[in-house]
């Protein structure tokens, strides 16, 4: 009689086993109009798209599993003792969150039990063959499996996230028995073993089951150190196991490293014994002894190693680490406490002893620490509420940051630690020739860590931006917390110098970059500022090029990633030289007004005297944007002022001499004044600070004259100015060294001077020069 049952298609229609409602073929032999347990049947089923873990649910099986499966099954046989066979694939599949690409296997179906047979399962380039069975109604098992190359990076369940493991893996295992009394016997070569990218070698394990007792062995063929694992487990009950660990010069760079990155300097190495005894189902129960007779570590290039055995203990949930002595180039730390893991989880520990504080660099590979610091800090509480207390003094250290212009030397003083506060009792430096004061106080609340910290500065040099050294009294101070911090306070600049080659233009347009292209989740933006600049009265600035007499008052706001500058800086007096000649700075200002950005407006006023000229130059405007005005008197053009100031002379004098001597003078002159400047700036610095003269000129092509209308050959000048009121220049033509040129000029008053010239000739001549202006 062949039907298809109803009870069984609603079953399927609940999605449970599959997603749609399969054929399913199905024969029976009834006993007066009963299906009986001896009554014979036949049954054919394919089922498309099962899920997994809804099968392995109705099958009462608990474990973590996942994917479709396409499953045919052939019945035969009575309900006492049926019979069947089929075969089951699934692709795409997950295990304890490891993917199964594929999975296959012949499903064999008796009385007694049910048979996996020809298994074929690949796992990441890994791959499983065998067979395995199991009996409901004894509760039995067997199995016999084969892996090969299975890519230990790729098993997640091993993976730490600091310490990654790669290698390749091959494994046999056999098994029998019962969950309860299980007998394993297993095989496992693991080779080519790299703990962070750092290969180590190969590790074999072995597992032998006898009379009820599983005998384990592990060894390692380490290319640095070598580690041997021994131990029994039991195989019944509660699984209790005894298993202990030697290791010998073992290497643990990568350990380290995983923790202290590059601040790790050299090999380190642990040696010693570690054993574990308890139950595998109660690691609650577990007791652990240590006792560690090597441990080194090379860090921030300082070798610290143990002096006598380091030894802990872990029972009933507790670890006590016993008196562990640690000692070092600069360090002698001792060590010691306890951790429950159980109940209040309590904690007491204490170090005690001194450091070398160049092992900060831990903390950061930017910074650069050294000196002497004496510790004396304990830790109690619990787990989820520490608190730490004792004090931490510091004698004779040094502090630097990458990339901070200064940094910090002789720092004395001592911290205070309580419950959630570090407490700056006193703390003193020096930094740029000067004496720096710290106090102030970090607390960690509510996971929020804040800080309020003042620093008082006296004569303190900053050589920032690089080319401007400056030296300030300030008193600053930092409140807040990482998420939203606050720089205030004064300073108040008492001496300003600038490097020979510092362009000021040019260093306003590279911040203007640089505060562009900061990222928008940049932490710097969470820093604000508000820091009032002053200076003292009459401040003398002086350059290669300029000497400035004057006073500002700024306030310096925004973030420290956008900054801003307002306020304003008078110039008083001072003069500067451009192209050779002398400017006296009559007046100028440079205001900031601009709130968002440092932009300066510049308005200057600058006279000078060419020839027989009174030159009066105007600046205004921003450096990218600059307006320059000229003047004159007796009055001259714009462009003869511009001439009259790069070549010496105006336009028409030029056009002169080319009709006397037949050259295109003034192309020839641009021309050479352009390659002149060009040497100047490569050449000028560093030949000033050689010879200490004011001023070195190189004309490579020489240049006219009245009185000389042919080019002379290359031509060296060198000016020195020895006083306000006196000035010497040498020239000489290199070409021809009997054609020198010496001319000293001495002023009087701003109208009177006298000079005196030996010109190529050796001829010596002295001349009065009277300037009367009239309007």
Known sequence: ???ISRQFSVLLATGFIARRIPPVEFNASLEKGQFTANSPYTAKVNLHNVDVASTAALAGFDYPVAGTAEVTLQLAGTRARPQGHGHIHAANASVYGEPIERFDADLQLGAEETALMNINLTHEGGEVTGNAAYSPSRRAFRLDL???????????????????????????????????????????????????GELAGAMDFEATTRNGQMQLKGSSEFSRGSLLIEGTVGMRGDFPAKISARTDNLDVDPLWRAYLGQQLTGHSSIGGNVTMEGPLRFPAQWAIKGDLSDVSIDVEYTKLHNQGPVRFAYADQRLQIEPAHLIGEGTDVTGQGSIHFAGSKQLDLAANGQADLKLLGVLDPNLTTSGLTTMHLSVTGTLADPVPQGTIQIKNGAATYGGLPSGLSDINGS???????????????????????LKGDLTNYNQQFNFDLTAVGKDVRLRYPPGVSSTANAELHWRGSRSASMISGETMVNKLSVTPGFDFGSYLEKSRQSASITPANSPLYNVKLDIAVQTAPELQMKTAVARLSGDADLRLRGSLARPSVLGRADILEGDATFNGIKFRLERGDVTFANPIAIEPQVNLQATTHVRNYDLDVTVTGTPDRLNVNYRSEPPLPKSDIIALLALGRTSEESEQLQQQSGQTLFTDQATNLIINQAINQAMGNRM???????????????????????????QVTIEQQFANNLSLTYSTNVSQSSQQIIQGEYYFNRNLSVVGTRDQNGVVSFDVRIRQRKK
């Open 1 to 3: 009689m062949g039907f």
């Open 146 to 196: 084969l892996g090969k190359n299975f890519d230990v990076a790729r098993i997640r369940q091993i993976q730490l996230q600091r310490l990654p493991v790669e290698g390749r893996a091959d494994f046999t295992l056999q098994g029998s028995g019962t969950p309860d009394a299980p007998v394993i016997n297993a095989h496992v070569r693991a080779r080519d073993i790299a703990f962070a």
């Open 415 to 437: 911290l205070a630690f309580t419950r959630d506060r570090i407490h700056i009792e006193q703390l003193s430096a020096r930094s740029g020739g000067g004496n720096l004061d």
């Open 688 to 714: 000033q600070r050689l010879f200490g003269v004011s001023r070195i000129r190189i004309d490579p092509q020489g240049l006219t004259t009245e009185t000389n209308p042919t080019a002379r050959g290359p």
